[in-house]
């Protein structure tokens, strides 16, 4: 089968161009209710008590949790949930179907309730496969009181063609 | 969350404890709140992309199974460790309902730049024991000494 997409110098060269940022305040709640979703009952992600007699400085976001996106109905996505920002790579990419190909994060800190998340994201590389495209995004987290990074995420989604 | 795992007690070829699932639309409409993720694939089987892909029912979100796979490297890492970094494939689909056993296994125990590491193979199957979604994951233990 013929490659649908070409990856021309023109979309390499968004490779590593920056999104604006994005500010997600990681809450009690939102963590509950991530854990509610999972299926988790462990108390690291309910009790902050029990979480804190436990070292963390509250209730742990379980693993998974980072890219959550916090909703602002102005600018996020209705279904999705992502933020649509500025900056970032702009591609024209085939429509005909839309699958999540892989996550993969790299943690530098538990990340705990309290704590609030600045994220900017670039495309990382975009690849061929017949009628599949496959587009790798890198998103960056910084914890907004200290600026250090505590985890970075890459996300590759498929576009069919 | 599990009790504690030290470094030194983890073995190559060990297998974790591994946990089986068979998540139902209620779960599935929990995790479209906590994630934010309503893609009616998940929980809507009149959605009609579900028909033009030949399916019967609902998809379990890929970012679920993740979150499983978070779960078992989670409890591995006690409340003394961490998980330092871990990934999946997206590579079967799994149905709504239907079983998902999360695995994993230790591939390696190796220390680098003072950290006791643990590599492992994690992966979620289907009730034929395909791998829907394999990775790999680094967990931080601590160490007895």
Known sequence: ?161 | MADQTYFEDVKEGQELPSFTIAPDKQQLVKFAAGSGDFNPLHFDEKFPMLKAMGLQDNIVHGRFKYAQVGRLVFAFAGPKGRVKKFGVSYRGMDLIGKPITVKGVVTATRKDGGENLIDLDVWTEDADGKKTTPGTATVILPSKG
């Open chain 1, 1 to 161: 089968m013929a490659d649908v997409f070409e990856v021309t110098d023109e979309i390499k060269a968004q490779y590593g161009k920056e999104t604006e940022p994005w500010v997600s305040e990681v809450t009690t709640t939102s963590v509950r209710m991530y854990a509610r979703g999972i299926g988790s009952t462990d108390p690291l992600h309910y009790d902050v008590d029990y979480a804190k007699s436990q070292g963390f400085r509250s209730i742990v976001a379980p693993m998974g949790y980072v890219g959550t996106p916090v909703f602002h109905p102005d600018t996020n996505d209705g279904t999705f949930g992502f933020p649509r920002r500025g900056g970032g790579a702009r591609l024209n990419l085939p429509t005909k179907g839309l699958l999540d190909g892989g996550t993969e994060t790299e943690y530098f800190d538990y990340i705990c309730a309290g704590d609030t998340l600045v994220e900017t994201s670039h495309l990382a590389e975009v690849k061929v496969r017949g009628n599949m495209v496959f587009v790798t995004n890198e998103a960056v987290f910084k914890d907004q009181a200290t600026g250090k990074v505590v985890a970075k995420q890459r996300l590759t989604s498929i576009h069919l063609g």
